[in-house]
């Protein structure tokens, strides 16, 4: 590993609707790629795991076995218990989104609107832990 190499973050914005969160994880020192989509994610999981993921939960109503984008992530990341992922819900969303915590626990989840604040918050508990 590099010495300037710092934790590496992977946030997948699909929605977005919260505030550019790219210079607070250069400034928390995270080398951070983004990607716009589960699929794109699912590709840079596979060349390099990060230490911590920060997504949204898109509840969706239309998939047969699962109520959001995230399920997939978080089946795919049980196999790697490591990787820190927060998300951001829609509160409107919350049975929902806490039916899915129960079954792949997230590491900190924060409802819309999203603060920059609460991010830092829960990254740096992320690299405290």
């Known amino acids: 590993m590099h010495p300037s190499d710092g934790p590496r973050l992977l946030a ?18 995270f080398d951070t790629e983004v990607v716009n989509s589960q699929r794109k994610a699912q590709a840079a999981l596979k060349k390099r795991l990060p ?18 984008n995230l ?8 196999r790697h218990p490591g990787v820190k992922v927060i998300a951001f819900f829609q509160p409107e969303f919350l049975p929902k989104f806490e039916a899915m915590n129960a079954r792949f626990p997230l590491f900190a989840a924060i409802p819309l609107p999203v603060t920059e604040a609460a ?9 405290a832990g």
Not at 12 to 19: F, K, R, S
Not at 119 to 127: D, G, P
């Open 12 to 29: 997948i914005i699909e929605l977005g609707g919260y505030p550019n969160l790219l210079p607070l994880y250069r400034r928390l020192g």
């Open 51 to 68: 230490d911590v993921i920060v997504t949204e939960y898109n509840f969706q109503s239309d998939f047969r076995d699962r109520t959001s």
């Open 119 to 127: 991010v830092e918050e829960a990254l740096r508990r992320a690299l």
């Open 71 to 78: 399920e997939t992530l978080m089946a795919y990341l049980q």
